[in-house]
T-cell receptor, first 113, second 109 residues
Framework: DVKVTQSSRYLVKRTGEKVFLECVQDMDHENMFWYRQDPGLGLRLIYFSYDVKMKEKGDIPEGYSVSREKKERFSLILESASTNQTSMYLC????????????FGQGTRLTVV | SQQGEEDPQALSIQEGENATMNCSYKTSINNLQWYRQNSGRGLVHLILIRSNEREKHSGRLRVTLDTSKKSSSLLITASWAADTASYFCATVGDYKLSFGAGTTVTVRA
């Protein structure tokens, strides 16, 4: 079974904390993505990476950074968490140029209090 | 801004009926994909159609693509209660996978 695993299903953090969301895939995919999902807004792309140490901004990168030191792992970092970053975060991976299906993790529901 | 926009936002049908949803997008694409999401879970891939294809079938799913109108449609035939979910179109251009806001489908038993 192919797998994309996110480190936490639920997370509660305090305002101002530095938050790390981890995503690991076991399919040797080149591309990895981080999205946030909010009611009525669908999935919005935060950052993506098409190779190790490469990263590209998505549509809403402000307040986030990412790290991809190894091919299988893509980390999303909230430098200083704020309440408006309370959301569902979804990680996905796909083959080069996403010419086939992408696979998603189960999601991390982050609450910032 | 998001690449794809689905229409309608919500759809309620009876078991056995067909469900049709549409997706419009803005820029050129390599392929277009449809995904399903059950409540509070990750997304599951349903079907992919390449930019040089016009129609594709997979079981009870039928997808069309009109690149001149930058639009796609997903038809689910003979729906079941288990088809109740949110459906998203996703466009692929270069390395980027971009989603719309989704269509929520409710199938009544």
């Amino acid at each position: 079974d192919v797998k994309v695993t996110q480190s936490s299903r639920y997370l509660v953090k305090r305002t101002g904390e530095k938050v790390f969301l981890e995503c690991v895939q076991d399919m040797d995919h080149e591309n990895m993505f981080w999205y946030r999902q909010d009611p009525g807004l669908g999935l919005r792309l935060i950052y993506f990476s098409y190779d190790v140490k490469m990263k590209e901004k998505g549509d809403i990168p402000e307040g986030y950074s990412v790290s991809r030191e190894k091919k299988e792992r893509f980390s999303l970092i909230l430098e200083s968490a704020s309440t408006n970053q309370t959301s569902m975060y979804l990680c996905a991976s796909g083959t080069g140029s996403v010419r086939t299906e992408a696979f998603f993790g189960q999601g991390t529901r982050l609450t910032v209090v | 801004s998001q690449q794809g926009e689905e229409d309608p936002q919500a759809l309620s049908i009876q078991e056995g009926e067909n469900a049709t949803m549409n997706c419009s997008y803005k820029t050129s694409i390599n392929n277009l994909q449809w995904y399903r999401q059950n409540s509070g879970r990750g997304l599951v891939h349903l079907i992919l159609i390449r930019s040089n294809e016009r129609e594709k079938h997979s079981g009870r799913l039928r997808v069309t693509l009109d690149t001149s109108k930058k639009s796609s449609s997903l038809l689910i035939t003979a729906s079941w209660a288990a088809d109740t979910a949110s459906y998203f179109c996703a466009t692929v251009g270069d390395y980027k996978l971009s989603f719309g806001a989704g269509t929520t489908v409710t199938v009544r038993a």
